[in-house]
């Protein structure tokens, strides 16, 4: 009798994503120069993007296109708060999710009665909407975008100190993606949504699911989440 069975690792998922973090968090900082660092910390926040839009179109089903501009309207409401009413930047993280959630609200009424490739063509429209708005509006900065918010990196920080900054609270950015995902997606209201697929929603009302009010919930969270992106970014 051997324990060579239990040694056998049968699902190395679990490992392999914690060597991956583990290598995205200590290589940008160590080996890459300024602009190398700056591309991760880019990568970090558009990665955290994804996984929050993940929970929109695979959890709640909701095939929309808007991510970006929620994240922009998290960007844009919290650094007008800043610029214009002297809001730190940690009232900016606060704030950027409320964004997030009101323009969330905004969208998510057209879903109640759309739904697949039409609703997903009005969020490209309201998408494209916000962009033309936000170049031809002077208060807004027109093309040159909102400068002057408030930063988290201190003054007497280097460039590259900033960088690095930036780097890792961008990182725990997705890591806090990756455990909101997680939470949502695996618990009950994943489940839920779960036995609600996409054009089989009689089934899951039959099983007394309210499956509209869950997909609601899930919807308005990663909007929240998208938000917070946009406000540190």
Not at 49 to 60: E, Y
Not at 61 to 81: D, E, R
Not at 84 to 99: C, D, I, N, R, S
């Amino acid at each position: 009798i051997t324990l060579a069975a239990e040694r056998r690792i049968l699902n190395p998922a679990p490992i392999l994503w914690l060597i991956g973090l583990a290598v995205v968090a200590v290589v940008p900082p160590l080996v890459g120069n300024n602009s190398f660092v700056l591309a991760s910390t880019s990568f970090a926040m558009y990665a955290a993007i994804n996984v929050i839009w993940m929970l929109t179109t695979g959890t709640a089903g909701i095939f929309s296109l808007a991510a970006l501009a929620t994240v922009g309207a998290g960007a844009y409401g919290s650094s007008y708060l800043s610029v214009y009413f002297h809001f730190p930047w940690w009232a900016m993280w606060l704030t950027g999710p409320l964004f997030g959630f009101l323009f969330g609200v905004l969208i998510t009424i057209p879903a109640i009665r759309l739904k697949g490739l039409y609703y997903a063509l009005l969020t490209v429209g309201i998408t494209e909407l916000c962009r033309v708005y936000v170049i031809q509006d002077q208060t807004l900065g027109s093309a040159n975008g909102l400068l002057g918010a408030d930063t988290f990196v201190p003054g007497w920080m280097s460039d590259r100190g900033g960088l690095i900054l930036g780097f890792y609270l961008g990182f725990l950015l997705l890591i806090g993606a990756l455990t909101l995902y997680r939470v949502v997606n695996g618990q009950r209201l994943g489940r839920l949504l779960r036995a609600a697929p996409e054009n089989h929603e009689a089934f899951a009302e039959a099983l007394g699911i309210n499956y509209r009010t869950a997909r609601i919930q899930v919807f308005l969270i990663s909007s929240s989440a998208l938000g917070g992106v946009g406000a540190f970014y």
